[in-house]
């Protein structure tokens, strides 16, 4: 079946440093990716999406790229603000009959220092 | 604000009794979909329909059920409760369902069973 594998938390950097959580999946067929973000208290929040292979998403600062050949999706920001504090899922959505299916990692939580 | 409702914010229980669950989706939306996210499970998909219909079904369990209303709203029946039933439940709606959509997720209902 489809699944997402994300790094494991926390991630815990100081502000201003550089950002990277990967993430890896396995889908049949050609899934669209998504990264939601999760404040404290809230629900989830689209951050960004990619479609198709190297379709690279963006969106505040925050980048993935869609790489097919090693079916990873990971997230990267030049520089972290402690208002990125938060729980980052990284998901695929696949068609299951006349449907879509949404898949969540396991969330991978960042903490970010001054 | 994401422009999806759910009440109650906070509910708490004892085991064995039965609670629902209430969404309304963004106005527009026909696609609503239910998640589980508890600390050791993760966030897992339940159910998701469309425009009154049953779409898709991810881990639902037997003891609990959903429908959408005319109106579009949704409900999520929980019975005969367990602790490990324990977790926040958020609803989420898209505009049709379709493959790379966007989901729209509600802040969540935070189960208690004692």
């Known amino acids: 079946g489809d699944s997402v594998t994300q790094m494991e938390g926390p991630v815990t950097l100081s502000e201003e440093a550089f950002l990277t959580i990967n993430c890896t999946y396995t889908?049949?067929?050609?899934?669209?990716l998504f990264w939601y973000v999760q404040y404290p208290g809230e629900g989830l929040q689209l951050l960004l999406k990619a479609t198709k292979a190297d379709d690279k998403g963006s969106n505040k600062g925050f980048e993935a790229t869609y790489r097919k050949e090693t079916t990873s999706f990971h997230l990267e920001k030049g520089s972290v603000q402690v208002s990125d504090s938060a729980v980052y899922f990284c998901a695929l959505m696949t068609p299951t009959g006349t449907a879509s299916k949404l898949t969540f990692g396991t969330g991978t939580r960042l903490q970010v220092t001054l | 604000d994401s422009g999806v409702t759910q009440t109650p914010k906070h509910l708490i229980t004892a085991t064995g009794q039965r609670v629902t669950l209430r969404c309304s989706p963004r106005s527009g939306d026909l696609s609503v979909y239910w998640y589980q996210q508890s600390l050791d499970q993760g966030l897992q998909f339940l159910i998701q329909?469309?425009?009154?219909?049953?779409?898709a079904k991810g881990n639902i369990l037997e003891r609990f059920s959903a429908q959408q209303f005319p109106d579009l709203h949704s409900e999520l029946n929980l019975s005969s409760l367990e602790l490990g039933d324990s977790a926040l439940y958020f609803c989420a709606s898209s505009v049709a369902g379709g493959l790379s959509e966007k989901l729209f997720f509600g802040s969540g209902t935070q189960l208690s069973v004692l």
């Open positions: 889908a049949t067929g050609y899934p669209s």
């Open positions: 329909y469309y425009n009154g219909e049953e779409r």
